[in-house]
């Protein structure tokens, strides 16, 4: 009884303890736009997205096709 006690709180503290570290850690708020290129010297952009800064009724607005070519621009957003 006390060994099924013990294995209960084990498990019970491991689980509450697995979800600090994704509090801690959280990135602060940012914007971004991103523009995808059709190989990597950037020279024709095939598509896009932009993410603004969370808020209600914010939405992420894409365009064409993505590659794994792409730049970006990073925004701080005002908390």
Partial sequence: MIR???????????VTLSFLPAVS???????YERIY?????HS???????????APGAMTTTWGQTSPYYSEAIYPCDE
Avoid at 44 to 54: F, I, L, N, W
């Fill in 25 to 31: 850690f959280a990135a602060p708020p940012v914007a």
């Fill in 37 to 41: 290129y059709a190989e990597p010297e």
């Fill in 44 to 54: 024709t952009a095939v598509g896009g997205m932009y993410r603004p800064c969370p």
């Fill in 4 to 14: 099924k006690l013990a294995t209960t709180i084990a498990l019970g503290v491991s």
